[in-house]
């Protein structure tokens, strides 16, 4: 496969200006990749390209951008598994959930292509009054993405800022940006206008902050950390940019005693290990009622002590700075050993991490407060579900939940009680629908992604109000 080493705009692959390059190296096959680090004035370049492809998007209506976003669909599905390969070098990920998200992105952008209405409308205010209000791109959307799912974290915003009217540059990860390069082929094969979809790379912080900071970028769609996400908000106020963040979770599972537990345990551990750990919504809390919670840790380790290829079942930690955070905080807590009840706290220097679940932690403990982004649980147990939803709703994240059950109507309760923006019930967190909106609450972002509210995030609302 040819590795390319340019940054995309005006349509095609330019050499930096910065002749400058980083490297990465391939966790499935130790392959270095070569990316370029873009100086100020290749944004500059990159910046002009997304004003002219602003000018054009702008111009054509919903149903045309409609039948771009829909040839892009049709390639991502004839190339699913090329893009699945590229999207496991970089981060280790096992090759048939990278196809299953190849192929879910590819849905999200049918759905976009397919299930938008235009959003103009006009409404009848008063005997003398009517008014119009249109969607209008909100302009130069800059979309930072992070490591953990490149492809699907696009996949959810890409087809939303298009079909909006809007350009975008692109900046990826520097730890995984493969899939997105084949992605700009994809829209020079298919020729797309010129200038719309713009991408850039870089090393570290200062290329996503020379990019946002740049006032001709009227938009930040941000992915990742609640703590870099701070600081992008910050960059945001001082022209009022507009602002979509995703960010981090500290996300509970909650198992009423009416759940059906050899059901529950499969969702358990699909939802805690699944990507090693290392998504956004993973469960990495999980509260159980005291009446079954004997049974159900016993079920649970005995169905885990059953499996021996959870490296290849549930993929690796992709960077080493992820895993050396996670080592930093087990080492710090060797005292924890005693709720230990499965896995080992002692990790040695490989990207694998075996799951690990403690059991009974206090409730202050860091593993129950911190963001881990592993293969960890911690378990407790409640006698009165309010206690169960009290500590949920206490996180300073509100991103996803679990909810397993008997009752249907209780499992709706308890989900309508939780300050998360995505709930699951009796269904792990590893399946999703492109029409859902997808958000956090609280510390966990701003604004929603995907289904009809992609295009409101990414569009300005104007209303007229026209005297007859
Ligand atoms: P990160 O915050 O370190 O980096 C994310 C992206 O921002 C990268 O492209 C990075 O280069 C860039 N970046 C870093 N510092 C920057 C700065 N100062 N200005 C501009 N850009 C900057 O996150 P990560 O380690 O790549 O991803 C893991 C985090 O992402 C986790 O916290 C996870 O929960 C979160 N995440 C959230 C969602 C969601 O939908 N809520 C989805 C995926 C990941």
Not at 136 to 156: K, Q, R, Y
Not at 260 to 271: G, R
Not at 316 to 321: A, I, N, P, R
Request: with cysteine.
């Amino acid at each position: 496969m040819k590795i390319i080493n340019n940054i995309f705009y005006e349509n095609q692959w330019k050499k930096s200006l910065s002749k400058k390059f980083f490297s990465r190296k391939s966790l499935i096959n130790k392959k270095k990749f070569f990316y370029p680090e873009v100086n100020r004035d290749d944004i500059q370049r990159v910046i002009l390209s997304a004003k002219s492809g602003l000018k054009i998007n702008k111009e054509i209506n919903l149903s045309e951008r409609q039948k771009f976003i829909y040839q892009i669909y049709e390639k991502i599905l004839k190339n699913y598994r090329i893009l699945a390969r590229l999207e496991t070098l970089e981060t280790g990920k096992n090759i048939l959930d990278a196809q299953k998200e190849i192929i879910h992105s590819a849905k999200i952008w049918l759905y976009a292509s397919k299930s938008l209405g235009s959003e103009n409308y006009k409404t009848v205010l008063s005997k003398h009054h009517k008014a119009i209000v249109n969607f209008e791109p909100v302009g130069i959307v800059a979309l930072i993405i992070p490591w953990n799912f490149p492809f699907v974290v696009m996949s959810e915003r890409l087809p939303f800022i298009l079909a909006a009217g809007n350009s975008v540059i692109i900046k990826p990860s520097e730890y995984a940006s493969q899939s997105l390069f084949y992605l700009m082929n994809i829209i020079k094969k298919i020729k797309y206008p010129v200038g719309v979809v713009n991408l850039i790379t870089g090393s570290g912080p200062r290329t996503g902050q020379l990019l946002i900071g740049n006032k001709d970028i009227n938009m930040i769609s941000f992915t990742g950390s609640t703590q870099v996400g701070k600081k992008i908000m910050k960059v945001a106020s001082n022209q009022i940019k507009r602002l979509s963040l995703e960010l981090g979770g500290k996300n509970s599972f909650i198992v009423l005693k009416d759940a059906n537990i050899n059901k529950t345990i499969n969702i358990i551990i699909d939802s805690f290990t699944g990507n090693a750990g290392q998504s956004c919504v993973s469960t990495s809390r999980l509260f159980v009622d005291n009446k079954i919670k004997k049974l159900l840790i016993k079920k649970l380790l005995e169905k885990l002590n059953k499996i021996n290829n959870f490296k290849k079942l549930y993929g690796l930690v992709s960077t080493k700075k992820q895993l050396d955070t996670i080592r930093n905080i087990l080492k710090k807590n060797q005292n924890l050993k005693k709720k230990l009840i499965f896995g080992s706290i002692d990790l040695k220097k490989s990207n694998f991490i075996k799951p690990i679940i403690f059991c009974d932690l206090p409730e202050k403990n860091i593993i129950n407060k911190k963001e881990l982004f592993g293969p960890i649980l911690s378990i407790n147990s409640f006698d009165e579900i309010n206690d169960a939803v009290n500590k949920t709703n206490s996180s300073k994240y509100g991103l996803s939940a679990v909810v397993c059950g008997k009752n249907k109507r209780n499992n709706i309760k308890v989900a309508s009680q939780l300050n998360a923006g995505r709930i699951w019930i009796n269904e792990s967190v590893k399946v999703n629908f492109p029409s859902l909106p997808i958000g956090g609450y609280k510390e966990s972002g701003l604004n929603r992604e995907s289904g009809t509210e992609g295009l409101r995030t990414y569009s300005e609302i104007k209303s007229v109000i026209i005297k007859n």
